[in-house]
């Protein structure tokens, strides 16, 4: 007997004693009708179609921080060291202000803190789509 696994979405092949005595009483699934078949059909049909959109979101996200450079201001000392360091909420912070406010999910890969003035390139992971942007840490006076 074919039926609908109810948190996965599968539609599996039991035998017909599991599948009365157990599944289907338990409420883990429920009998596979050609009904209910092509509705997981177009459920499964739109969750491609949201995914989709949300990677080409991704993809149009990344593209406008292609050459980007996002400057951010800290207290520094005299030789070019800032006196606390610029972490990743900070960054994900101004690339935020940068996309605007329809912005997707920002994962800034940086293995550590900036700690000194100048240049520094950082990797982003926007959704499923990957980009860098230059980060211009300047010294507050």
């Not at 539609?11 to 997981?40: C, N, R, S």
């Not at 996002?70 to 006196?83: E, M, N, P, S, V």
């Not at 900070?90 to 940068?98: A, G, H, Q, R």
Request: aromatic fraction near 2%; proline fraction near 3%.
């Amino acid at each position: 007997m074919k039926v609908i696994v109810k948190d996965t979405q599968e539609v599996k092949d039991v035998k017909f004693g599991y599948a009365v005595h157990y599944l289907i009483p338990q409420g883990l699934a429920e009998p596979a009708t050609q009904e209910k078949l092509d509705q997981l059909r177009q459920k499964q049909l739109s969750q491609q179609a949201q995914q989709t959109a949300q990677v080409k979101k991704d993809r149009q996200a990344a593209d406008k921080l292609l050459g980007a450079t996002i400057t951010i201001t800290a207290k520094g000392k005299k030789d070019d060291r800032l006196y606390g360091s610029v972490g990743k909420q900070k960054i994900k912070t101004e690339v935020k202000k940068l996309l605007g406010k329809s912005s997707p999910d920002i994962e800034v890969e940086l293995s550590t803190p900036i700690k000194t003035v100048g240049e520094h390139q950082v990797d982003l992971k926007i959704g499923g789509a990957n980009a860098k942007v230059r980060v211009s840490v300047q010294a507050e006076k």
